[in-house]
């Protein structure tokens, strides 16, 4: 295995994560956001106010995102294993 084979096979896992992982990250940070400045306004500092919209949205967005998601991911399998023998000369 080369380092030329190694980098590339590192940039396609990160370009994975960061697609998969992405757009729930957005959304918490979103409504992280949004539920902070609520709090902020209003002057309610209770925790599940934070935690529980915070779940419920990432919930829905992995829902939502799963056919997507399916899609990277079966994509990176598949460039792995098409790389395969190159990975194990």
Do not use: H, N
């Not at 940039?11 to 957005?26: Q, R």
């Not at 209003?42 to 925790?47: D, L, P, S, V, W």
């Amino acid at each position: 295995m080369t380092v030329e084979l190694i980098k590339d096979l590192s940039f396609d896992v990160f370009k994975t994560l960061l697609m998969v992982a992405g757009p729930m990250l957005i959304v918490s940070m979103t409504v992280g956001l949004a539920v902070s400045f609520f709090q902020a306004i209003t002057q309610i500092q209770e925790f599940t106010l934070t935690f529980v919209p915070k779940v419920v949205a990432v919930f829905l967005c992995v829902f939502i995102m799963m056919p997507w998601i399916a899609r990277v991911m079966i994509g990176f399998t598949l460039r792995l294993i098409d790389k395969l023998p190159d990975y194990v000369r």
